[in-house]
T-cell receptor
Framework: GENVEQHPSTLSVQEGDSAVIKCTYS??????FPWYKQELGKGPQLIID?????GEKKDQRIAVTLNKTAKHFSLHITETQPEDSAVYFC????????????FGKGTRLSVIA | EAGVAQSPRYKIIEKRQSVAFWCNPI?????LYWYQQILGQGPKLLIQ????????DSQLPKDRFSAERLKGVDSTLKIQPAKLEDSAVYLC?????????????FGNGTRLTVT
């Protein structure tokens, strides 16, 4: 089955700097890669996703890149703000059938003001 | 729109006791999921419902866990008897349909502590 590895497990950045979180996946059939943000005491919330037919997607300060050949994808947050502090999860899944999403172990991002 | 509702928010029980969690998905969402999130890890799928039928329960420890979604709306997840390793946050999520074209919407979870 699918296995998703996520790095780093913790990340501290100064406010205004960029943050990058990387994930690798094992199943070459996976073609959907969402990123979730989880704040303390809340459930994960989808912030951006990418499908295997594109290599990059941006939404304001957030971007995700995908390298299908190497089977890795990354989340980039620019101009970080204190409210970006949270745990971020990557996940991988297939567009077809009912194969469930497999999540990484998460990255705790701390943005220091 | 109202989000996914879960209750209770917290539960503390002793091992070998039983516990039940409740979930009300977003109105109109046909697919409902229960995830287990152990501290420091990502969510792991326990069971997926499509309307009131089970789609995937391959990772549900069926000797102690059970779930139902009568009438295809609300769902309950039960653990009987609980073990120490069941301590985790139990997240309910829903989506319009199955498959990754329908994003998951998570509730805030129930934090279970088994002592």
């Amino acid at each position: 089955g699918e296995n998703v590895e996520q790095h780093p497990s913790t990340l501290s950045v100064q406010e205004g700097d960029s943050a990058v979180i990387k994930c690798t996946y094992s199943d070459s059939a996976s073609n959907y890669f969402p990123w979730y943000k989880q704040e303390l005491g809340k459930g994960p919330q989808l912030i951006i996703d990418i499908r295997s037919n594109v290599g990059e997607k941006k939404d304001q300060r957030i971007a995700v890149t995908l390298n299908k050949t190497a089977k890795h994808f990354s989340l980039h947050i620019t101009e970080t703000q204190p409210e970006d502090s949270a745990v971020y999860f990557c996940a991988a899944g297939r567009n077809s059938g009912n194969t469930p999403l497999v999540f990484g172990k998460g990255t705790r991002l701390s943005v220091i003001a | 729109e109202a989000g996914v509702a879960q209750s209770p928010r917290y539960k503390i029980i002793e091992k070998r006791q039983s516990v039940a969690f409740w979930c009300n998905p977003i109105s109109g969402h046909a697919t409902l999921y229960w995830y287990q999130q152990i501290l420091g890890q990502g969510p792991k799928l326990l069971i997926q419902f499509q309307n009131n039928g089970v789609v995937d329960d391959s990772q549900l420890p069926k000797d102690r866990f059970s779930a139902e979604r009568l009438k295809g709306v609300d769902s309950t997840l039960k653990i009987q008897p609980a073990k120490l390793e069941d301590s985790a946050v139990y997240l309910c999520a829903s989506s319009l349909a199955s498959g990754v074209n329908s994003p998951l919407h998570f509730g805030n979870g129930t934090r279970l502590t088994v002592t």
